[in-house]
């Protein structure tokens, strides 16, 4: 089933170019009647299961680690939605698709070589922020992606890199929730005490800035305990796939924990003001149909491997 379910992604991410539904700033929904769809979400789990099938597909006893030309098919299979959830514009989706895989790949033994060129990359990528952002030079300023992105992108960045200098615009969202954190305290204020949230001050606080509400309410000790328990949510699936009886459970559980990881380290990051605003949700937090759906489905595939692993 892993292909047609990748493939089945692959084609509802060019339907929405045509009959996809726009909302904040990005075309990313279908919408059907009083439900909403996105399918950019389950693409992440297709992703992981068509990676996994193609890892165990190409196992052979005494081969060597991945070389760049045994490296075409993952880096198709992770291209082609990666470039159509990043044309939606969405780009925490696409970053989430790009890290877990990431991970994937680096799982499947590939050469030291190509681990250094995404070195490269990830250092390359932090010079395009500077030169783009951080450089101090005369408007108007030469830049290499920036005039690319949309415009409520560019803000993000922009935000997040010096959030005192548009509090009310591209700032507001990174101070607020920082607002809310820091007066939390370490025991917090109380169940639906919170000044940030009761008040409306702090925005998307049921989706992308749960934490942040957690934080105000319960206090640092709780933001602790929440974090441990994710932590353990980790290890239980990183040991389900390490006792997988085969190569394709053991990449998909690589590949979910994973996902389930970055998702947690970007979101989180972004509350607490260390990364850009990227719309990520919370796992099993925050309110949601697609992201909540998609989560659970992906526990659900962790339930499946641990179960198989004693049958015959």
């Not at 990174?174 to 940030?196: L, N």
């Not at 509400?213 to 933001?223: I, R, Y």
């Not at 947690?264 to 149909?289: D, R």
Request: proline letters at 4%; aromatic letters at 12%; hydrophobic letters at 50%.
């Amino acid at each position: 089933m892993t292909v047609p379910i990748y493939v089945l992604n692959i084609v509802a991410l060019i339907a929405l170019r045509f009959v996809g539904h726009k909302a904040k700033g990005a075309e990313s929904w279908f919408v059907l009647g009083p439900i909403r769809v996105q399918p950019a979400e389950f693409m992440k789990i297709g992703v992981v299961l068509m990676l996994a099938k193609i890892y165990h597909d190409d196992f052979r006893p005494g081969q060597g680690s991945y070389n760049l030309w045994r490296l075409w098919k993952p880096v198709l299979a992770v291209g082609v939605p990666f470039v159509l959830v990043l044309v939606q514009p969405d780009l925490g989706t696409a970053l989430m698709i790009f890290l877990s895989s990431l991970t994937v790949l680096i799982f499947g033994k590939v050469r030291w070589y190509l681990v250094a060129l995404m070195v490269v990359g990830l250092l390359a990528g932090a010079g395009i922020i500077w030169n783009d952002y951080i450089r101090d030079s005369p408007e108007p300023r030469t830049t290499i992606v920036r005039h690319h992105l949309k415009k409520h992108q560019s803000q993000r960045i922009s935000g997040w890199l010096d959030p005192e200098a548009d509090l009310r615009g591209s700032g507001y969202h990174a101070a607020q929730s920082k607002i809310a954190v820091g007066s939390g305290g370490m025991t917090g204020k109380g169940w639906r005490e919170g000044t940030q949230t009761g008040l409306s001050f702090l925005p998307e606080q049921h989706t992308d800035f749960i934490f942040s509400v957690w934080a105000e309410e319960h206090g640092f000790l709780s933001c602790l305990v929440l974090l441990a328990l994710y932590g353990g949510l980790f290890s239980l699936a990183l040991a389900v796939g390490f006792n997988a009886r085969d190569r394709f459970g053991a990449f998909v559980a690589v590949g979910v924990t994973a996902m389930l990881f970055w998702q947690v380290f970007e979101n989180i990051g972004m509350v607490i003001g260390l990364l850009p605003v990227t719309g990520i949700t919370l796992p099993l937090m925050s309110y949601g149909g697609s992201s909540m759906l998609s989560v659970m489905l992906s526990i659900g595939l962790l339930v499946n491997i641990s179960m198989r692993r004693h049958m015959f």
